[in-house]
Nanobody, 117 residues
Framework: QVQLVESGGGLVQAGGSLNLSCAASGSIFTINVMAWYRQPPGDQRELIATITNGGYTHYRDSVKGRFTISRNNAKDTMFLQMNSLQPEDTAVYYC???????????WGQGTQVIVSS
């Protein structure tokens, strides 16, 4: 099992930036793919960016060119650099880790991002 803890959320004005972090512990050697999801108020959770162990990344169209997902060399921390934030980016942001070996996924507790207009 993998434990995930997000940090870096907060309140920012439109056009501003935030950098979210996700610290992973436990059986991190089993992780194949990590991802950031978000859940806007009153809406469903949505996938916004993924990164594989090989460094391949994929983004939701609405965040392409504004958000950047990355991991450190030890692969125990994942980041989401968010630039040009807009009010529609307001959501709780969740870290996710998937293992193809164990066919499981783990979630963090979420971090709130509020973008004011």
């Amino acid at each position: 099992q993998v434990q995930l803890v997000e940090s870096g959320g907060g309140l920012v004005q439109a056009g501003g930036s935030l950098n979210l972090s996700c610290a992973a512990s436990g059986s991190i050697f089993t992780i194949n793919v990590m991802a950031w999801y978000r859940q806007p108020p009153g809406d469903q959770r949505e996938l916004i960016a993924t990164i594989t162990n090989g460094g391949y990344t994929h983004y939701r169209d609405s965040v392409k060119g504004r958000f950047t997902i990355s991991r450190n060399n030890a692969k125990d921390t994942m980041f989401l650099q968010m630039n040009s934030l807009q009010p529609e980016d307001t959501a709780v942001y969740y870290c996710n880790a998937k293992s193809l070996i164990t066919d499981t996924e783990d979630w963090g507790q979420g971090t709130q991002v509020i973008v004011s207009s």
